[in-house]
């Protein structure tokens, strides 16, 4: 389901600010607690985004806690 290259594929994030894939045709299906980010588009697209944006793989409350601690 995550791997078929002619699908189009949505960005989605959590709250923990990781991000994942998911089938654009299952959007009303998507998991509690995530959210779309921007419209429908090809898989590689999607997966070159996340590549773009996610450079701190670090669960956000991971972050903050580390942040919090060295102050």
């Known amino acids: 389901m995550f791997d078929d290259e002619t699908a189009d594929y949505l960005v989605v994030i959590n709250d923990e600010e ?12 998507l998991p509690a607690g995530w959210t779309t980010v921007g419209a429908a588009r090809p898989r590689e697209e999607c997966l070159t985004y996340i590549e773009q944006v996610w450079t701190d793989m670090r669960p956000k409350s ?10």
Do not use: F, G, K, T
Not at 62 to 71: H, N
């Open 18 to 29: 990781q991000y994942s894939i998911w089938p654009a045709r299952r959007e009303e299906n």
């Open 62 to 71: 991971l972050r903050l806690a580390m942040e919090a601690q060295a102050r």
